[in-house]
C-alpha cells in the first residue's frame, strides 16, 4: 500500500504564502496524477488542483494566479505553493494520488494538514 504524508500547513496572516508538501512512501504501486483537496468547517470537500505524471494541472478556479502545484516524479512527492492567502483558504488540505499495480488502482490519502489563513 502507499502511504501520503504531508508537510507544511500552519497559521498565516492574510496575504501570506505557505508550501505544503506530500511525499509518497515507496511501494510496488506506480503513482499517476496527485493533488490535493481541502475542507472547511460545514461545506463539503472540494478539489484544490491536481497534477498528472507528465505535468497537466487542473486548478479551481478560487485559486488560479495564487496556488501553484508542482511535483517531482522520481521522490513521488507533490508540492502547493499558496501565495495572496485568503481567509476563505482556511480549511484542512488533503493529499491524494491515484495509484496502480497491475490491474489493481486506487486512491491513497494523506491524512490532512491544517492550513489557517487569520489575522
Known amino acids: 500500500q502507499v502511504q501520503l504524508v504531508e508537510s507544511g500547513g500552519g497559521l498565516v496572516q492574510p496575504g501570506g504564502s505557505l508550501r505544503l508538501s506530500c511525499a509518497a512512501s515507496?511501494?510496488?504501486?506506480?503513482?499517476?496524477?496527485m493533488g490535493w483537496y481541502r475542507q472547511a468547517p460545514g461545506k463539503q470537500r472540494e478539489l484544490v488542483v491536481s497534477?498528472?505524471?507528465?505535468?497537466?494541472?487542473n486548478y479551481a478556479d478560487s485559486v488560479k494566479g495564487r496556488f501553484t502545484i508542482s511535483r517531482d516524479n522520481a521522490k513521488n512527492t507533490v508540492y502547493l505553493q499558496m501565495n495572496s492567502l485568503k481567509s476563505e483558504d482556511t480549511g484542512v488540505y488533503y493529499c491524494?494520488?491515484?495509484?496502480?499495480?497491475?490491474?489493481?488502482?486506487?486512491?491513497?490519502w494523506g491524512q490532512g494538514i491544517q492550513v489557517t489563513v487569520s489575522s
Open positions: 515507496e511501494s510496488a504501486f506506480r503513482i499517476g496524477t
Open positions: 497534477i498528472t505524471s507528465d505535468g497537466n494541472t
Open positions: 491524494y494520488a491515484g495509484a496502480r499495480s497491475g490491474a489493481y488502482f486506487y486512491t491513497p
